[in-house]
């Protein structure tokens, strides 16, 4: 059966998350059902990153298998009809082969964190942004960013309810900019435990107030210990923005299987 890939954006502020529930709704609920609306075909989709409640996305992927033959930009432009007027939009449609895998073929993910510091509040990005209102200083969140890159256990930065098998990760890049008024968390790694982007966004977040030594955020790794974890922050600054694929020999870990940020 003929699969095709989807490059996806969507706010996530009225969604239960990626991932398909019961009694909420879901991304993933409503790109099947624009599928069987266009098609008549009941498909499954699969995201290579399980975005949480509230978490957008500017270049999620997708995939899913589908009868006949379709252009990808049929497919698209279908999707994007049926969507209306929900807030996901499918960005690009293509057929791939059958062995590409949306999350098993992925081999680094990429994310956005965004904060607004000033004083004044957010009236045009609620919901997209952490509203802080306190000036953060970012070099001394970098000073404690560059102790949590590399491989690790991220007990500390990891959800009670997170899946994965192992809190064992390697964090790739962890880049901290400001943009006016605007200060960026830029992360990326093969993948990540269950709200760690978002816990560590939190803990950088006391050191950004002066509330915390940037050394602390070393100690509060070592301690594996949720409970040392700063406040998590809110899902509403959180985008994930692209997902990289490689060789096949650089696909089929299960660790790239395992992205809940």
């Given at each position: 059966?003929?699969?095709?890939?989807?490059?996806?954006?969507?706010?996530?502020?009225?969604?239960?998350?990626?991932?398909?529930?019961a009694?909420?709704?879901?991304?993933?609920?409503?790109?099947?059902?624009?599928?069987?609306?266009?098609?008549?075909?009941?498909?499954l989709?699969?995201?290579?990153?399980?975005?949480?409640?509230?978490?957008?996305?500017?270049?999620?992927?997708?995939?899913?298998?589908?009868?006949?033959?379709?252009?990808?930009?049929r497919?698209?432009d279908?999707?994007?009809?049926?969507?209306?007027?929900?807030?996901?939009?499918?960005?690009?449609?293509?057929?791939?082969?059958?062995?590409?895998?949306?999350?098993?073929?992925?081999?680094?993910?990429?994310?956005i964190?965004?904060?607004?510091d000033?004083?004044?509040?957010?009236?045009l990005?609620?919901?997209?942004?952490?509203?802080?209102?306190?000036?953060?200083?970012i070099?001394a969140?970098?000073?404690?960013?560059?102790?949590?890159?590399?491989?690790h256990?991220?007990t500390t930065?990891?959800?009670?309810?997170c899946?994965?098998?192992?809190?064992?990760?390697?964090l790739e890049?962890?880049?901290?900019?400001?943009?006016?008024?605007?200060?960026?968390?830029?992360?990326?790694?093969?993948?990540?435990?269950?709200?760690?982007?978002?816990?560590?966004?939190?803990?950088?977040?006391k050191v950004?107030?002066g509330?915390?030594?940037?050394?602390?955020?070393?100690?509060?790794?070592?301690?594996r210990?949720?409970?040392?974890?700063?406040?998590?922050?809110?899902?509403?600054?959180?985008?994930?923005?692209k997902?990289?694929?490689?060789s096949p020999?650089?696909?089929?870990?299960?660790d790239?299987?395992?992205?809940?940020?």
């Open positions: 059966m003929p699969r095709y890939k989807l490059l996806i954006e969507y706010d996530g502020t009225p969604y239960s998350g990626w991932q398909r529930q009694n909420a709704p879901s991304v993933q609920q409503s790109l099947e059902a624009a599928i069987q609306r266009f098609s008549g075909e009941a498909a989709t699969f995201g290579a990153g399980r975005t949480d409640s509230g978490v957008h996305a500017t270049g999620q992927v997708a995939h899913f298998d589908l009868p006949g033959h379709w252009t990808g930009l497919i698209r279908a999707m994007n009809a049926q969507l209306r007027p929900e807030p996901i939009a499918v960005l690009e449609a293509e057929p791939v082969a059958d062995a590409f895998d949306a999350r098993r073929s992925a081999v680094k993910r990429h994310y964190y965004r904060v607004l000033r004083r004044a509040p957010a009236a990005e609620i919901n997209r942004v952490w509203d802080v209102r306190k000036h953060l200083d070099d969140m970098q000073r404690a960013a560059d102790l949590l890159l590399g491989w256990d991220f930065f990891r959800s009670a309810d899946q994965a098998k192992s809190p064992m990760k390697t890049r962890l880049e901290i900019t400001r943009d006016g008024e605007h200060v960026l968390f830029g992360v990326s790694a093969r993948s990540f435990l269950h709200n760690q982007v978002r816990s560590m966004v939190g803990t950088l977040k950004g107030e509330k915390w030594p940037f050394e602390r955020v070393g100690e509060v790794l070592e301690a210990d949720r409970k040392a974890c700063g406040p998590v922050a809110p899902p509403g600054g959180l985008y994930l923005v997902v990289d694929y490689g020999a650089e696909q089929s870990s299960e790239a299987a395992e992205d809940e940020a």
